[in-house]
């Protein structure tokens, strides 16, 4: 008995599993058959209709544009953690700097106050 229920539950499983599957398959086709219609729609102007070749030609601009987007995204990428490091480096840097400002800044005004003092003395 026990052996027939897992069975069955695995049954169930698989068949919503494929099921899920045609569905998001389908999904994909409607969307990729939208944005087909409205090429088209846009194109059917002033362009004459050559079937085998315009076939051959998407698919390379297709495989074009996905290279494209792969370097654009490569490139964005190293851009951004290149950015990020010099932001870190730049950072520290500043906080280095300001340390050592504020220190300066308050011996500079000492030996200000210091002078001050002396020439009054001196008066």
Do not use: A, L, V
């Not at 998407?58 to 290149?82: F, G, I």
């Not at 906080?95 to 011996?107: I, V």
């Amino acid at each position: 008995e026990k052996s027939d229920r897992r069975r069955r539950k695995q049954r169930r499983r698989r068949r919503k599993q494929r099921r899920r599957r045609r569905k998001q398959r389908r999904r994909r086709k409607q969307r990729r058959r939208r944005k087909r219609r409205r090429r088209r729609k846009r194109r059917r102007r002033k362009r004459r209709r050559r079937k085998r070749r315009r076939r051959k030609q998407r698919r390379r601009k297709q495989r074009r544009r996905k290279q494209r987007r792969r370097k654009q995204r490569r490139k964005r990428r190293r851009r951004r953690r290149k950015q990020r490091r010099r932001k870190r480096r730049r950072r520290i840097s500043k906080q280095r700097r300001r340390r050592k400002r504020r220190r300066r800044r308050k011996r500079r005004r000492r030996r200000k106050q210091r002078r001050r003092r002396r020439r009054r003395k001196r008066r």
